[in-house]
């Protein structure tokens, strides 16, 4: 029998730092939606570690969400729901809420700066007052990259995809302003990358 179980590297590296931001920020009960949850092993790592957040789950890859499903069956994690298909773009794919938490985990730089917008206005929409939108990766500051990594990653995302690559924490800030988000955290993490909370 196939295992449907994707498994990231960079996930087993990252996953425990990004949980003890998580638990700084976010209240000991709290409905969570990762956005683009990828293979599931962060929303694993999480629910299993704070059984009183629910975790929904979510990424519009069928084969993502064969591989969240299938981490979530062996785990028989009760706070761990089904995983749902949410394109960040569709609204209509959103989930009601209300969430006290929405976390996207390296999704804005692998992606169209129009996912950024539309991350934003969605998380306007469904957090409840004083919610908080969690977002993880590498960021240009002041218009420069942090690190030479940094700069040979997004000059590797934009030959990939000229729609993609490294954004600017301060047009990032912005955009979520736009849609009653203030930025309240930056916490410097692994690999030049940062932990960005805003609520």
């Known amino acids: 029998m196939n295992d449907l179980r994707l498994q990231s590297p960079a996930t087993a ?103 950024t917008e539309a991350l934003m206005a969605g998380a306007g929409s469904v957090l409840v007052p004083g919610g908080v939108l969690f977002l993880y990766g590498p960021f240009r500051r002041g218009g420069l990259h942090v690190a030479p990594s940094n700069a040979a990653f997004d000059a590797d995302l934009r030959r990939r995809d000229s729609r993609w690559g490294v954004r600017d924490l301060e047009q990032v800030t912005a955009e979520a302003e736009r849609h009653g988000l203030t930025l309240e955290r930056l916490v410097e993490m692994p690999a030049n990358n940062l932990s960005v909370v805003f609520r």
């Open 13 to 115: 590296r990252n996953r425990q730092p990004i949980l003890e931001v998580l638990r700084q920020v976010l209240p000991d009960s709290a409905r969570v939606l990762e956005v683009a949850s990828g293979s599931g092993e962060h929303a694993l790592h999480c629910a299993a570690d704070m059984p009183s957040w629910i975790w929904q789950p979510s990424d519009p890859n069928p084969r993502a969400l064969a591989s969240i499903a299938a981490w979530r069956q062996q785990a028989g994690l009760p706070n761990l729901a089904e995983p749902v298909r949410l394109d960040v773009t569709d609204f209509d794919s959103w989930p009601a809420g209300p969430f006290e938490a929405i976390v996207a985990i390296n999704l804005i730089h692998i992606s169209p700066w129009a996912v």
